[in-house]
């Protein structure tokens, strides 16, 4: 098998130390990063968004394969600032105010870190300014917000809101998402879009962002 093709299914049992010890052979062999990136660790990891999807493998799987794109990103990531692979957009995330569930959010971030997307994530009960903040400091064209209560659902309209008041309407879109969340009430807020998943999240940000997956 070549070396790529044992990265991703590396990738995809969640064998981090394998995954590390492959990538730093294709590196050392003189494989391209965005290679080994794009044909090894995201190939991987998409097959296993793939699977979550259509729940063939669960929550630990998803995070035993996060740790090992982790494993790998952390001996690229030197490399492909040298090399002229860009990531394919910032993403500044977070859990809003008011709110400590950051399972599903950290998850949303692992798959999208997975997919390619630099992630700025800023925690757990996090006020509509941070995210404001966050999004002009970093330059970021994309602000997602994770909420699981009802009871702050509503600081998720406080964020669109405070966008929209400092002129960042349209330029800073917006994806919501939790289990209480719904595509009704992203539009009644006016937020750019909803995903029901991390999965689905990935797909909605290339869209948002028009890039190609
Ligand atoms: Co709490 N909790 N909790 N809790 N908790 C829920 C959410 C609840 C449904 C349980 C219940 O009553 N059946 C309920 C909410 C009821 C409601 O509002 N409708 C609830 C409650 C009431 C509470 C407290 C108020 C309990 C209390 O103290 N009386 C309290 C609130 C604390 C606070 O936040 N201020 C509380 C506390 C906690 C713990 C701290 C103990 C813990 C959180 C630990 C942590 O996150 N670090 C906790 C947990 C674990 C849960 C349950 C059991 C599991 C949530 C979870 O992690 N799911 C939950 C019940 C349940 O869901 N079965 C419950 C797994 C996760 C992968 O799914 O987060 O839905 P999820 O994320 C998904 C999607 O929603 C989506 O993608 C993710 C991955 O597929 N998604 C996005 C999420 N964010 C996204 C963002 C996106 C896109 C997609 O774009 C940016």
């Known amino acids: 098998?070549?070396?790529l093709d044992e990265i991703a299914v590396a990738l995809e049992t969640g064998d981090a130390p394998r995954v590390g010890a492959l990538t730093s052979a294709a590196l050392a062999?003189?494989?391209e990063p965005g290679d080994i990136l794009r044909r090894g660790l995201l190939a991987g990891m998409s097959v296993v968004g793939e699977q979550f999807r259509t729940r063939e493998v669960f929550l630990p799987d998803v995070?035993?394969?996060a740790r090992a794109m982790n494993t790998g990103l952390e001996l690229l990531k030197p490399r492909l600032a040298g090399s002229g692979v860009a990531l394919r957009?910032?993403?500044v995330i977070g859990t809003v105010k008011g709110d400590l569930h950051d399972i599903g959010k950290n998850l949303v971030a692992i798959m999208l870190r997975g997919a390619g997307f630099e992630v700025i994530d800023l925690g757990h009960?996090?006020?509509?300014?941070?995210?404001?903040?966050a999004a002009l400091r970093e330059q970021a064209p994309l602000v997602g917000l994770s909420a699981l209560l009802t009871t702050t659902m509503p600081r998720m309209r406080d964020v669109v809101a405070l966008l929209r008041q400092r002129g960042l309407g349209g330029k800073v879109r917006t994806l919501v998402g939790g289990a209480p969340v719904s595509a009704d009430f992203a539009r009644e807020i006016g937020a750019d879009g909803y995903a029901c998943d991390a999965a689905q999240a990935?797909?909605?940000v290339t869209a948002l962002l028009g890039r190609e997956r």
């Open 63 to 65: 995070l035993l394969a």
């Open 29 to 31: 062999a003189g494989l």
């Open 202 to 204: 990935v797909d909605r």
């Open 125 to 133: 009960d996090v006020p509509p300014e941070a995210f404001v903040e």
């Open 1 to 3: 098998m070549e070396t």
């Open 89 to 91: 957009g910032k993403v």
